[in-house]
């Protein structure tokens, strides 16, 4: 009994010791295997510290390809405090290098942190500095490369771009909408230290950055440039409150250039003003359109088939009364007898109140909501407006004779040029945008697509073309004159718009603009302009948006290689017109006979023979009368 009860004690014992054991085994499996990567994350975590590497923002390209916004590698201090033995030695040298006070790199140096990057006096060190400060070989002070944005196109298309931070993150424009996408993941070089934060002599660890996402726009760079130049010009020229310009693809409602003046250098922001950097004019500002916006009285009337252009007239007298407000006519006495392709070429407002009162306000009302009128476009650009329409319960006759020539409204430049886009495009309206595509940053191959998105359609084809005709009667032989081009169809409308402050309207103070077209039978370009207050010059939308649109297009023809037209209408001149005459043919002439040729052009020569060897311009060129022919002799 005796030795049996030991037995027992001994096997309880021998128990007891198995399963301690076994505990044993299993804790250290469990730490060793199942929480091996937490603790080694925790242990990692008190004895490393990670000198940051700071990504590459996605950089923004054009439709073809040509980056409009950039990085490039500056270098950046960061101190590791425990690491520095002499602080006063330290705070003294930087202090002298960043031209800062002792007392403000001192606070610096003793920082209770692990890391601390040097803000903002440290920041994107130029090269100078960074290497005076390397050449010191202080312990404790580390310099890291640093991504900063810049711009090779300086302030062009500055408000659409936006601009970053001194940290890199997107604070307006298209650098706030897509931050997310643009932002990429720093990386950094760990390292390994003590529990006082002295460096260990073990190997580093090198964790890559990965850049942000690219994204390609539908500008094209080289309109862009001939925009900025333009509205650049009309400042310089006329002086006026404000400028701007969308040009726009009308088939797929793609942006190909869009500015405003004021703009603004977004690597320089902190020099302008909120309203100079917030403000982008050509979604933002509203304004009365003006004559601009009867295309779409003239779209309605024709799709409602209550005008035909050609056949049917109007008298005008000058003036048309409407619940006994006098409504005139830019011309004084008016037009006399017009058909209604004269109306739409003059301009003339009676005329146009006499449609809109033929259409009635619902009618009217429900063509210019379809055009896109009253609510935004859905561009993705942020700080779109949406303009002000008249209630449809408060609109009289007066109200609808107001709107039909574009008065009494506000709308926006975008709301406009996508409306006539529609009008001239079969009449499909579409929804503008302005980002193409997101791309690898590595490949730059496309990882997200947009495309075209119709909204509705809004006229039929017929009605569109008769549009087309209209507006490009307007440039040959209308008040859109100054936009005509020599062997093409342009076809397009002017605009002068009476500007309104405290409910009065302003005397001398217009908003003049154009929206022009080619070729007018197959509508590859849209363009608008609008120039605010300018001074110095008769106020009129023919006379100072018209040439500045002129010269886009005049671009955008080269650049989007557009081909003349054997059928465009021939403009009808009037004395204030320049007009186009063809060179003849004079290589081979004698130099006498070559001027009795070339009377209508001045004439220059090199060379001391008789005979023309070479002519520059070419034979069969238009050039204006009076332009200079260049002449060989052999």
């Known amino acids: 009994m005796f030795l049996k009860g030991i037995h027992k004690r001994i096997r309880i014992i021998l128990l007891i010791i198995v399963f301690l054991f076994a505990t044993i085994v299993g804790k250290v499996f469990y730490i060793q295997v199942i929480q091996y990567d937490k603790l080694s994350s925790y242990a990692l975590s008190l004895w490393s510290r990670n000198l940051p590497i700071a990504a590459d923002r996605g950089k923004i390209y054009d439709r073809n390809g040509v980056v409009l916004a950039d990085n490039i590698t500056t270098t950046s201090l960061v101190l590791i405090p425990s690491q520095i033995t002499n602080k006063e ?46 050449a010191l070989n202080l312990d404790g002070v580390y310099l890291v490369k640093e991504s900063k944005r810049t711009y090779p196109f300086g302030s062009s298309l500055s408000h659409t771009l936006g601009f970053v931070g001194i940290d890199n993150q997107g604070l307006s424009g298209l650098e706030l909408m897509y931050d997310s996408y643009l932002t990429g993941s720093s990386g950094a070089i760990k390292y390994f230290s003590d529990a ?169 009302f429900e063509y210019i909501e379809n055009f896109g009128f009253g609510s935004k476009t859905g561009i993705d650009l942020n700080g779109e407006g949406t303009g002000i329409l008249f209630d449809i319960d408060d609109v009289g006759l007066l109200e609808l004779a107001t709107t039909s020539f574009g008065q009494g409204i506000s709308v926006t430049p975008i709301q406009q040029i996508t409306a006539v886009s ?138 989007l290689d557009i081909e003349k037209s054997e059928d465009a209408l021939p403009k009808e001149y009037n004395y204030t017109d320049k007009k186009y005459v063809t060179v003849p043919s004079v290589t081979g002439m004698s130099l006498k006979d070559a001027l009795k040729q070339l009377k209508e052009f001045k004439v220059e020569f090199s060379g001391t023979g008789n005979t023309v060897e070479y002519q520059s311009p070419a034979a069969m060129e238009s050039l204006y009368e009076g332009s200079t022919i260049r002449l060989m002799l052999k």
């Open 422 to 559: 529609a009008a001239i495009n079969g009449g499909y309206l579409y929804q503008p945008y302005i980002v193409k595509s997101l791309n690898d940053p590595e490949t730059n191959s496309v990882i997200k697509e947009n495309t075209s998105t119709l909204v509705r359609k809004v006229i039929s084809e017929d009605t569109s073309e008769k549009v087309r005709y209209a507006l490009e009667s307007v440039v040959a032989n209308g008040t859109g004159r100054n936009a005509y081009i020599d062997g093409y169809r342009v076809g397009g409308k002017t605009g002068t718009a009476q500007k309104v402050e405290d409910g009065q309207y302003l005397v001398g103070n217009y908003i003049v603009s154009f929206i022009g077209f080619l070729p007018a039978d197959d509508p590859q370009v849209v363009i608008y302009i609008a120039v605010d207050n300018a001074k110095g010059v008769t106020q009129y939308g023919g006379t100072i948006a018209a040439p500045i649109a002129r010269n886009v297009l005049l671009d955008a023809i080269d650049i």
């Open 89 to 134: 030695e330290v705070a003294e040298k930087i202090s002298a290098i960043l031209g800062i006070t002792y007392e403000e790199m001192y606070a610096h140096v003793n920082k209770s942190t692990s890391i601390n990057i040097v803000h903002p006096e440290g920041r994107r060190l130029d090269y100078e500095t960074a290497d005076a400060i390397s």
């Open 196 to 364: 006082k934060g002295n460096k260990l002599e073990l190997s580093e660890i090198y964790v890559e950055p990965q850049d942000g996402i690219n994204i390609t726009l539908t500008i094209n760079s080289e309109i862009q440039e001939s925009l900025e130049r333009e509205l650049d010009n009309a400042i310089a020229k006329y002086n006026p409150d404000s400028a701007l310009g969308i040009v726009m693809n009308p088939n797929t409602g793609e942006i190909l250039a869009i500015s405003s003046r004021p703009n603004f250098d977004p690597e320089n922001y902190q020099d302008y003003t909120v309203e100079e950097i917030n403000r982008n004019l050509p979604i933002w500002s509203t304004y009365e359109p003006g004559s601009t916006f009867k295309i779409v009285t003239l779209a309605a009337s024709l799709e409602e088939k209550i005008v035909d252009l050609n056949n049917d007239t109007y008298y005008d007298s000058g003036s048309i009364t409407v619940e006994g407000a006098k409504l005139r006519c830019w011309k004084q006495g008016g037009h006399g007898l017009q058909t209604y392709l004269q109306v739409v070429e003059n301009s003339c407002n009676p005329g146009f109140v006499n449609l809109g009162l033929k259409l009635g306000k619902e009618t009217l």
